[in-house]
């Protein structure tokens, strides 16, 4: 028994000593493979100059080079991952190379360009590994764009149903009901029309990031500097009141449906915006955000059943003041990666630099890309918000305080 012990303990030391060797040369050839890439990249960015100066010949060796001289260096830890990929990226360089060869317009060759550019991110991801700082930030995108939506719409409805509660305006509840489950299904169906959408919209898939990130920036600024506004619960009492007012003033069922549609709609729509933004740049971490959309749904059923039903007060303001300020930040990555993909599409000049060079998955949901036009631009974004916190909490409470204290002289 005991020398059967040693035999495997032996067999096992055996293995790991192989092993050991093997993972590390995997390691090497994935690292090697990764800085192929980059300087393949580099290559079909000449070679798409060289096409704009119209020096073919030129551009179509630079074409050539970025795969036979980098990118067949890729291939071989690549094949053992995702051989459909290899073969996908093989065929964009082909095209590549033939368009050039055969005289296609420059605006195809842009196009093609960019199929190049997407399938070398698509590569770089395979063989990237995720680490802990990517999934995180993922996850804590995922989990506040939907809690911080979704606490906004709990209180709507508790201030609804608070100024509904006494007299004949209790008979309208059922109706404001309607219209909540009205506005849920409705964002479930503007979910599924905007996936539809971009699965089939008539641009390429850079331009329509960049398309659908900056409009979620405007919709992120716009709703978190409208949440900063009404911070105070006694201005969100008074726009929600008036809001009752005005349906009670017209008396109808439907005046009350509409309110409870309006009031949760809007939270669900942005909310189908932000997901949409932030899975074109979270390739690869669907699990992850998926886990923060799930884990955000229940502190949210917490919260609701705490504020609705239990009658708690929570801490809403630091809790609403966090959101926004994540929502902001977020704002910013979004921003970073319009710029990239506009880049990337060969429709914004791009100026590289050294530094900074994050792992990929990081780069891609914090938009910090190596480029100048595209940290300018984040870096004017962050300031703005930076000027804005300054006005809103420190220049406004003051004036307040100077007014409070001159009014009894």
Known sequence: MRRRFVVVLLCLAAVL???GPAAAANDTSTQRARQEIAKASDFVDQAL??????????????????YLDHFEYVEIPLRL??????LDTE????????GIRDGDSLGQIRR??????AGLAAVD??????????????????????FREGIEAVLLIAILLGSLA?????????????????????????WALATLVLDIAPLNRELLEAITALIAVVVLIGVSF????????????????????????AGTTAAFVGLGFTSVYREGFETVLFYQALSLFAQGLGLWVALGAATAAVALGGAGWAILKAGKKLPLKPMLITGASVLLLLSVAFVGNAVRSLQSADLLTATPVSWPRLPVFVAELTGIHPTVQGLVIQGALLAVFALGALYVFAWQPARRRRVSEAAPA
């Open 125 to 146: 991801r395979e063989l990237a590994k995720k680490g802990i700082a990517a999934p995180a930030i993922a996850f804590g995108f995922s989990f506040v764009i939907l």
């Open 226 to 249: 409208w949440l900063v506004s009404r911070l105070e619960h006694k201005r969100r009492m008074e726009f929600m009141r008036a809001r009752v007012a005005g349906a009670m003033a």
């Open 17 to 19: 000593a192989l092993a």
């Open 91 to 98: 065929f964009k360089f082909a095209q590549l190379r033939n």
């Open 81 to 86: 991952r995702n051989p459909n990929l290899t």
């Open 49 to 66: 100059t060289a096409v704009k100066r119209g020096d073919r010949k030129v551009a179509y060796r630079l074409a050539r080079s970025a």
């Open 166 to 190: 006494a007299g004949s305006a209790s008979n309208y509840k059922r109706p404001l009901g309607w219209g909540i489950a009205a506005a849920v299904a409705a964002t479930g169906v503007t």
């Open 112 to 117: 093609t360009t960019a199929d190049v550019r």
